[in-house]
T-cell receptor, first 116, second 108 residues
């Protein structure tokens, strides 16, 4: 089973709202990732968790707050977002700890976020 | 960081035609993956191929690591092959980087 699940599939929120995106994998993977993808652009890395610890934060604004409660679950908490944050948010996982690229990454279906 | 280029940016094919997509990268890599992103946004793993040649049905891929390029071959294309094809690369100490993609449209 190479499945990564994400909820919700779609999310509409106002600029003053607080919401969370959820990602789950049951493949025993130890690295999990958040990517942001704008329309007609490739995915861009936001955060990497390795063994439940934040390894990489690609200069993401503090209105995005990641959390890794356990090895199977990854959350992205959203607060005071801007309309330009509207995008597809993709979660991924890979088997081993983050060593910088040497692992196959498996992606979830994404959450389409619209900020009004 | 590693730079990734893909060509062509757009490709329109008639059903049944063959095609070759190219990915060039600027530095040595220990990870190279090809993905197909369907119209609903799902990124589907096609190949993990940092070097060598692999085949899966109508798809095959070749990476020549010493010359820093990879090719994805699609034979007998079908309308369901439409979407965006991404090449993504990584190396130790560097992030996983996606190329800009090739947008493929297969017409019936």
């Amino acid at each position: 089973d190479t499945e990564v699940t994400q909820t919700p599939k779609h999310l509409v929120m106002g600029m003053t709202n607080k919401k969370s995106l959820k990602c789950e994998q049951h493949m025993g993977h130890r690295a999990m990732y958040w990517y942001k993808q704008k329309a007609k652009k490739p995915p861009e890395l936001m955060f990497v968790y390795s063994y439940e610890k934040l390894s990489i934060n690609e200069s993401v604004p503090s209105r995005f707050s990641p959390e890794c409660p356990n090895s199977s679950l990854l959350n992205l908490h959203l607060h005071a977002l801007q309309p330009e944050d509207s995008a597809l948010y993709l979660c991924a996982s890979s088997q081993d700890s983050w060593t910088g690229g040497g692992e196959t990454q498996y992606f979830g279906p994404g959450t389409r976020l619209l900020v009004l | 960081g590693i730079q990734v280029e893909q060509s062509p940016p757009d490709l329109i094919l008639q059903e049944g035609a063959n095609s070759t997509l190219r990915c060039n990268f600027s530095d040595s890599v220990n990870n190279l993956q090809w993905f197909h992103q369907n119209p609903w946004g799902q990124l589907i793993n096609l190949f993990y191929i940092p070097s060598g040649t692999k085949q899966n049905g109508r798809l095959s891929a070749t990476t020549v690591a010493t010359e820093r390029y990879s090719l994805l071959y699609i034979s007998s294309s079908q309308t369901t092959d439409s979407g965006v094809y991404f090449c993504a690369v990584g190396n130790y100490g560097q992030n996983f980087v996606f190329g800009p993609g090739t947008r493929l449209s297969v017409l019936p």
